[in-house]
């Protein structure tokens, strides 16, 4: 799941960035091609070569950008084996941010509002205790990836929508049902965010500590044990900032 989440992240991205040459390039077009091919082959059709080929090259790439669920990173990785950042001249992808709690609905739907947090045009990986997702925006529209969706990415303007949907995935992967009630909602689930980007200069974001401290103002201290699914995931993904604040 985190190597099909971040190809669809690198991919969104691409497609948005102007292109410069007739070679391929793994934009979202590609993407959405590949996942076709693959969903629509009855295992009986003999494939072309060209399909053949882009068949194992997507499967390749999902397995080395795949991460063991314990340790959510992504150092050291051969970016130039997307096609297309090259001739953009972007050799890596970097880790600009990152961030991780245990949070409610209404918690986690603070902490996207939150400003600068989620910034446009960034790579965006959600990680749960056993999934990951990922997250879009651009301008006004947020869009959202699950793996384990054949309906592919969901498109909304509505932070309410696409914070219900970040919520029910790590709310299932805690308890194996899906929320439907308000206290379900007003149960903590656990979240890490990791924010990617090409980008040489990284914009400026707000301190771990801020953004937790004002999400957390409410909360009675003898009330936090259930805090500890968000300093797992700090760990997990190298958020120190966050770590330490648990």
């Known amino acids: 799941?985190?190597?099909?989440?971040?190809?669809?992240?690198?991919?969104?991205?691409?497609?948005?960035?102007?292109?410069?040459?007739?070679?391929?390039?793994?934009?979202?077009?590609?993407?959405?091609?590949?996942?076709?091919?693959?969903?629509g082959w009855d295992e009986k059709r003999e494939l072309s070569f060209e399909e053949s080929t882009?068949?194992?090259?997507?499967?390749?790439?999902?397995?080395?950008?795949?991460?063991?669920?314990?340790?959510?990173?992504?150092?050291?990785k051969q970016w130039d084996l997307i096609r297309g950042l090259n001739e953009l001249n972007k050799t890596t992808i970097e880790k600009e941010y990152s961030i991780a709690g245990s949070f409610t609905l209404k918690q986690l739907k603070q902490l996207l509002d939150t400003k600068s947090v989620i910034q446009d045009n960034k790579l965006i990986i959600i990680v749960t205790t056993s999934h990951a997702v990922a997250l879009f925006k651009n301008k006004a529209d947020y869009f959202f990836y699950d793996p384990n969706n054949l309906a592919g990415e969901f498109q909304t303007s509505s932070i309410d929508k696409i914070t219900k949907m970040i919520f029910h995935e790590g709310f299932y992967t805690q308890n194996k049902n899906m929320p439907t009630t308000s206290e379900d909602y007003n149960t903590p689930a656990s979240f890490g965010f990791l924010m990617l980007s090409p980008d040489e200069k990284p914009p400026e974001y707000p301190s771990q500590k801020t953004v937790l401290d004002e999400i957390y103002s409410t909360i009675n201290p003898n009330e936090q044990y259930w805090m500890g699914g968000g300093l797992s995931l700090a760990a997990q993904i190298g958020c120190i900032e966050s770590l330490q604040y648990f």
């Not at 971040?6 to 996942?35: C, G, H, M, N």
């Not at 882009?54 to 050291?76: C, H």
Request: net charge negative; glycine share 2%; hydrophobic share 40%.
């Open 54 to 76: 882009e068949f194992e090259r997507f499967y390749e790439l999902v397995k080395y950008f795949q991460l063991d669920q314990e340790q959510f990173k992504l150092e050291n």
């Open 1 to 39: 799941c985190f190597g099909l989440s971040t190809i669809w992240a690198v991919s969104k991205w691409l497609q948005l960035q102007p292109k410069t040459s007739a070679e391929p390039r793994d934009d979202y077009d590609w993407f959405k091609a590949t996942i076709r091919l693959i969903n």
